[in-house]
């Protein structure tokens, strides 16, 4: 049980530190709209079923 809390807490941090970037990229023209909305609902849809697994866990 611990090593999956681990890799959760390992994949939360992962996503966290991939919006940051997206945010940031979004910011400097880097990214389109379309680009940065498109990886942003993946992100938030992987997100989501990470938390929905945590807490039926």
Do not use: C, D, N, W
Not at 17 to 37: N, Q, R, V, W
């Amino acid at each position: 049980m611990e090593l999956q809390a681990a890799g959760a807490s390992v994949l939360l941090a992962a996503i966290k530190e991939e919006l940051f970037a997206i945010e940031s990229e979004k910011l400097t023209g880097a990214l389109s709209p379309e680009e940065y909305a498109t990886i942003k609902a993946g992100l938030e849809s992987v997100l989501k079923r990470e938390l929905a697994r945590a807490t039926h866990s």
